[in-house]
């Protein structure tokens, strides 16, 4: 048994307090699991007066993360506290600076600093570790990077964002619209101080941000992600896919070809039936293919307290086993920079939107989709609301640049009532 | 760059070679993902002469396996013959007295001889790495041992022999019985050369007791595996399951409880909807149930070249990255020697009969049944095949002791003329 492996704490929110429990209940196991004992032995978060339902007393309290990041008595710094800027920030650049590894579950920041953040910490032969920070509790940054080491990565793909997923599921089952359930799940502490990192998808954009530079060996781009919330779905998109066979998932997609390197994040139909397709609620399934292995498909529970630090305290493990690896998976200095490329892969897409209630209106959406060359499988006019009548159109395959065109010239028609919802229907 | 790292490859059949193929195409990304070079000093098969579609000429030879384990010229000996007696045996063995980390893909191997190698691993610091011994592609030793490091493992389950799901799947979709498609599967190259260790489940056994051993701590106990292999499965109970909203497949379940390790290998009903239940072909699953986790489900190909070859070259990986951890998660001198417990969950189980054709044969199979405490949820009589009668039961949840005891009385009556297939349900 070698020495103990001493952490320093920073955020005591859900996950933090999820940490304390597991390193205190599983203390035995983890020392049998890893050959050293793991202790805490400092901690900080915003409050100290506040019951966190577990005894504090045993560590010691620094009030500034950046302290605690820096102090003799700790080898890990456990960052828990979220934010890309700010005293998360500041306290990893310091844990880094005092030389010591990071774990964290904090994706933002990595999204905006990781590679920073990675050049820093391999200079210094530490490591960040950040499990925690993709999917919840599915290893998936270790199925990645660890046990798919031997593949070309060819696509990766998932739904990970939980609260997303919470909102869309309760769509189709309450029959509710998107205001009453985005309402809901704040009451219920599902979204974020700012709710639109969750709606918006830029939280789902972050990790697929993180996991394309895992999957490729390019540095984090989180401002080429294609980025779409699902703020614009209506209940009418849940039942209209619904009929067709589909459901709406905001999926999020990577891969790499010639043109560069596609990230997107956006709701999507998928097969009803499909794996993602049958993904409700809270749940995140990420879908890895690689040259070699095909495809793996990784699924469970993507928040909540037991889950988030699970993924945290196996990265703690790996760190007291022992292992050393580069933060993406290759030397930070060596990932490559790839351009941004919009998808070239044609798909079929859903438009619904309002026209004007004169005669002609819909042959001139017609007319604007095959001016760009698009083909229509299916349109239907499905009611009237004075003065405007819904539309609904079901594409043939076409490019979203193709889309793009047919979208501005359908705009130009001067027909539109609201702009148009556009959905990419992805048959996986 | 440290000093390449040495593989001596035994053993070249389809993953052998699927090994081969993948160090050599992904040279330069492998030697970026570990920070050394992986190459390959010699090989070794039963079959010199051989074409197998690669060339072997810049690697030494070694006819012998045990000789080729001891090179001083390898860091790393790479045991891809199978079996778990005789030359994979020895030459692991071999390697481990010689100082050198064992990668596998032996399930029978592990399973059999697991402690002992272990033990000799861990005394002479050494790793033995079995990613493709459990679930072809799937990283799935990586997500229990690593990954879930922080949890108290509950459960795993799981589908894990590709044969069998492939012959129970088309007798499903084709309609075709059970002799037709093992006569099929042999001929497409899916069985053993010993069939039973596919279809009696054997093979999916040892990779049971392997995964046990980690998820509780426990030693690899194969003989505790309550075994029963898919050889009795008709066309009529894929049917009947079928019409009930069930599939049949090969289902291993491990969970520890008070009573001991419970660990089974059987063919059971589960929901067509679930995903045990929408597994086709050769896809693997496994379920991973833990006190923080919750629950993880990973997917993919349970056999092939290429994924099979992924998770050998992905242990490379770890080795070549330097991670040192105990064989089966914790050191195996200190595994437990839990006992083999029968399932007490009670369930609901399937049972098809054939009777005497005569008076009272159906009631005397109902008191049997009665008289052992268990209840009928259905029971019915599906034609007549002169000179018996096929008999279908459902019972209420019971156990397996109780259900056994009622197969004794059932057998004492005089009115069965063959032994009931008996399946459990589960409700997953």
Redesign the interface.
């Known amino acids: 048994m070698t020495e103990p492996l001493r952490l320093g704490i920073a955020g005591l929110g859900t996950v933090g307090v999820?940490v304390v429990r597991?390193i205190r209940k599983?203390a035995a196991?983890?020392a049998?699991?890893?050959?050293r004992e793991i202790v805490i032995s400092a901690v900080s978060a915003r409050d100290a007066g506040k019951d966190r339902g577990i005894n504090l007393a045993p560590f010691v309290w620094e009030q500034d993360a950046v302290a605690l990041a820096s102090r003799d008595d700790i080898d890990i710094f456990v960052e828990l506290m979220g934010g890309s800027e700010g005293a998360a920030k500041d306290a990893t650049e310091a844990a880094i600076a005092a030389g010591k590894h990071v774990v964290t579950a904090n994706k933002a920041l990595l999204a905006i600093h990781g590679q920073a953040l990675a050049e820093a910490a391999e200079a210094k032969g530490l490591m960040i570790r950040f499990?925690a920070a993709v999917a919840g509790?599915?290893?998936v940054v270790?199925?990645l990077s660890?046990?798919?080491?031997?593949?070309?990565i060819t696509r990766v793909m998932g739904v990970m964002n939980g609260t997303c997923n919470y909102i869309l599921t309760r769509m189709e089952s309450e029959g509710a619209g998107y205001d009453t359930l985005f309402e809901e799940a704040g009451k219920l502490g599902y979204l974020e101080a700012d709710p639109n990192l969750d709606v918006g998808g830029i939280d789902a954009g972050h990790k697929l941000a993180i996991l394309s530079a895992i999957a490729f060996?390019t540095r984090v781009n989180f401002a080429g992600v294609e980025l779409e919330g699902i703020q614009r779905i209506e209940l009418e998109d849940i039942r209209q896919a619904a009929d067709m066979g589909y459901r709406i998932k905001l999926l999020g997609l990577a891969q790499r070809s010639a043109r560069g390197l596609e990230q997107r994040m956006q709701p999507c139909l998928v097969p009803t039936g499909s794996?993602l397709g049958?993904l409700t609620g809270g749940t995140n399934m990420v879908v890895i293919e690689?040259?070699?292995?095909?495809?793996?498909?990784?699924?469970?529970?993507g928040a909540?307290e037991?889950?988030t630090?699970?993924?945290?305290?196996?990265d703690?493990?790996?760190l007291a086993?022992?292992?050393?690896?580069?933060v993406f998976?290759?030397?930070a200095a060596?990932l490559s920079q790839a351009p941004a490329a919009r998808s070239g892969l044609p798909a079929p897409y859903y438009l619904r939107m309002a026209l004007v209630d004169k005669p002609g209106a819909l042959a001139r959406i017609a007319a604007a989709l095959g001016e760009s060359g698009i083909s229509i499988d299916r349109m239907r006019q499905y009611g009237h609301c004075e003065p405007t009548a819904p539309v609904l159109i079901v594409t043939h395959k076409t490019t979203r640049e193709a889309l793009d065109l047919a979208l501005e010239a359908m705009a130009g028609t001067g027909v539109l009532a609201s702009t148009p919802v556009a959905l990419r229907i992805e048959n996986l």
């Open positions: 999820g597991i599983q196991l983890l049998r699991r890893t050959g499990e509790g599915i290893p270790k199925a660890e046990g798919l080491a031997g593949n070309e060996g794996p049958q690689g040259d070699a292995v095909e495809q793996i498909v990784l699924r469970g529970p909540g037991g889950p630090a699970s993924a945290v305290v196996g703690i493990c790996d086993r022992g292992l050393r690896m580069p998976g290759q030397p060596g």
